[in-house]
Nanobody
Framework: QVQLVESGGGFVQVGGSLRLSCAAS????????MAWFRQAPGKEREFVAS????????NYADSVKGRFTISRDSAKKTVYLQMNTLKPDDTAVYYC????????????????WGKGTLVTVSS
């Protein structure tokens, strides 16, 4: 059974930092592009960042470039999202996802999803 379990969400002040983790199991981790998406209340789910297995390329949404960093640990089968200089607009439920064939930037291309972890950025 494939499972993606997010953790690390919580409350943080504007300008603060938070590190999200996504532990994967039941899949060949090295063969999947791993990605993070987020969904704020009243908004559609949107792409945040991805890390491909082929070449280790990364992709970021324009809204988080320079502030967020995605990384992965093959030994732990875990993907991380380091979030710095957080803004109120970053408040959302963050979802981990796995993509076996693409760059991990399109919702329709994701094969598996985690249940999400809530990040709340306040003043």
């Amino acid at each position: 059974q494939v499972q993606l379990v997010e953790s690390g969400g919580g409350f943080v002040q504007v300008g603060g930092s938070l590190r999200l983790s996504c532990a994967a199991s039941g899949l060949t981790f090295s063969r999947y592009t791993m990605a993070w998406f987020r969904q704020a209340p009243g908004k559609e789910r949107e792409f945040v960042a991805s890390h491909t297995w082929g070449g280790g390329f990364t992709n970021y949404a324009d809204s988080v470039k320079g502030r967020f960093t995605i990384s992965r640990d093959s030994a732990k089968k875990t993907v991380y999202l380091q979030m710095n200089t957080l803004k109120p607009d970053d408040t959302a439920v963050y979802y981990c996802a796995a993509d076996s064939t693409g760059r991990g930037v399109r919702i329709v291309g994701m094969d598996y999803w985690g249940k999400g972890t809530l990040v709340t950025v306040s003043s």
